[in-house]
């Protein structure tokens, strides 16, 4: 009795065939299966395996910033990190320090002490992780000229970060960019005009060739913010735009890169019922870094009434939830939006926004979420502080447990108090990983758990170990 399979007709107890290649190997004794069949799977899946290549790379190792702060384009100086960093150490010590925010922040224990001096020293060296140069929201309409002059200042700005940053002369950010207006026909060509002015004067004027920081005009950490995007079509042009400008200024093909804000109901759900989001994501060619939750436009689309527009609000997390699943394996970064409640105020007043933005970022944590926005110096503390001991707390155990899993001949075979698989491996290497990137956990703490920067990226990208990763077919990395 026969049946048919991809075609191929299969005798229930046809022989093996001696030597196989492809993705058969060589059968046993007994097989049934003729190679034949082993051929049809593979061309039958192989549009499959091309897809999942190409759009769900998995995660690239690339550092996430904790946090983008929006700073106003005409705002925003070479000094403006520096500058941040020590209005956030004013603003804590005015209210009895770092360790009162720490309080604040609900952070008890005996290595409250070490997270305290640990952020002291980040609003010192690096104090903001990501500058969004903004020339939409927070510049406002203006003349074409200002807003010219705007761009073009802030790619000046932006190239000197870069130098300042590869000379150690000041602090500067990891990541900078600008944020432009939307592609919506009101300001579309207000967005692209400012998009071109800031591309074009960075790679022409930055002079981070000269300095020898860039081999092409454009610092490594160079981020692009579409905003408010409501169809595929927006995205689409953004990509032809981005190759438009890579062709113009001789740049190589898509070395420009965007990140996209999720600040619309039809990104959510569009006019065809679908989330859009994966069709966005797909008409990106690659070239979208990140996706970004905004707050108070999402709120807003929606009706939400201003006193109960929050990042918690039922409808953000909904969102969210819809964004963490449509980015899952594609490599792309998912950010949480802002908090607008700002430690500003009088005592009181700082106190209780300190103790909700504290709140808020563990939350975002918990949730998977590990960038936000940060839109005042003031929050910074408490940015830092949350973030520090999300990662600090949880370290010892974490790194116990990939370096038991580090350590196995074939991962999990050997018994250990806690069997973990190699997707659970990538989740604790990832967590050590970024908190490493941020700075609450040391190259010398990482090497006295016994772990390397090496084999943490490696599990954090395969779930397998370097020292193992001959054993990647038994071990398995799925």
């Known amino acids: 009795m026969t049946q048919s399979i991809l075609g191929v007709h299969v005798a229930s107890a046809a022989p093996a065939d001696a030597a196989l290649g492809g993705s058969a190997g060589v059968l046993p004794a007994g097989a049934s299966l003729p190679t034949a069949f082993y051929q049809r799977a593979d061309l039958v899946l192989a549009g499959t395996d091309a897809d999942l290549a190409r759009f769900f790379p998995g995660d690239s190792g690339v550092r996430q910033p904790v946090h983008t702060c929006y700073v106003p384009a005409d705002l925003v100086t070479v000094d403006t990190p520096a500058s941040w960093g020590r209005a956030a150490q004013a603003a804590a010590d005015e209210s009895g320090g ?55 200042q802030a790619a000046r700005t932006v190239a000197q970060f870069a130098i300042n940053r590869a000379n150690g002369s000041a ?11 939307c592609f919506e026909g009101a300001t579309r060509a207000r967005g692209l005009r400012s998009l071109d002015v800031f591309v074009s ?30 169809s595929v079509e927006q995205v689409q042009v953004m990509v032809d735009a981005c190759q438009a400008l890579e062709d113009a200024l001789g740049l190589p093909n898509d070395r420009l890169r965007f990140e996209i804000q999720m600040e619309t109901a039809p990104m959510i759900l569009g006019l065809d019922g679908t989330c859009l989001i994966p069709a966005m994501l797909r008409a990106a060619e690659g070239r979208a870094t990140s996706l970004h939750y905004g707050t108070y436009d999402y709120s807003a689309s929606l009706g939400i009434s201003a006193q109960f527009q929050s990042m918690e609000h039922p409808a953000a997390d909904f ?24 430690p500003v105020g009088d005592a009181a007043q700082r106190r209780e926004s300190w103790a909700l933005h504290a709140r808020l970022v563990h939350r975002s944590l918990e949730r998977g979420y590990y960038q936000g926005w940060d839109l005042h110096a003031h929050q910074l503390p408490t940015r830092f502080l949350t973030n520090y001991a999300f990662y600090r707390d949880g370290f010892r155990a974490a790194a116990h447990r990939l370096e038991v899993y580090s350590r196995r001949s074939v991962p999990g075979i050997e018994a250990a108090d806690v069997a973990d698989e190699p997707a659970t491996a990538r989740a604790l290497a990832r967590y050590i990983l970024r908190g490493t990137l941020c700075g609450a956990v040391t190259e010398d703490e990482l090497r006295a758990a016994g772990l390397t920067r090496e084999t943490v990226s490696s599990v954090a990208k395969t779930g397998v170990a370097a020292s193992n990763a001959e054993h990647s077919e038994l071990g398995g990395t799925q």
């Open 98 to 152: 770092l360790r009162i925010l720490a309080e604040l922040a609900g952070l008890t224990g005996d290595g409250v002490s070490d997270v305290v001096d640990r952020v002291a020293a980040k609003l010192q060296t690096e104090p903001i992780e990501d500058l969004r140069l903004d020339l939409e929201d927070g510049f406002g309409n203006r003349s074409d000229g200002e807003e010219d002059a705007a761009a073009a």
């Open 171 to 181: 602090p500067a950010p990891a990541f900078a960019g600008i944020r432009f207006k």
């Open 201 to 230: 004067t960075l790679v022409r004027e930055g002079g981070l060739i000269e300095a020898g920081v860039s081999s092409d005009g454009l610092p490594d950490g160079l981020v692009l913010t579409l905003p408010k995007v409501s």
């Open 319 to 342: 969102a969210k939830n819809v964004m963490q699943v449509a980015v899952a394996g594609t490599g792309v970064h998912l950010s949480d939006g802002s908090t607008n409640q700002l």
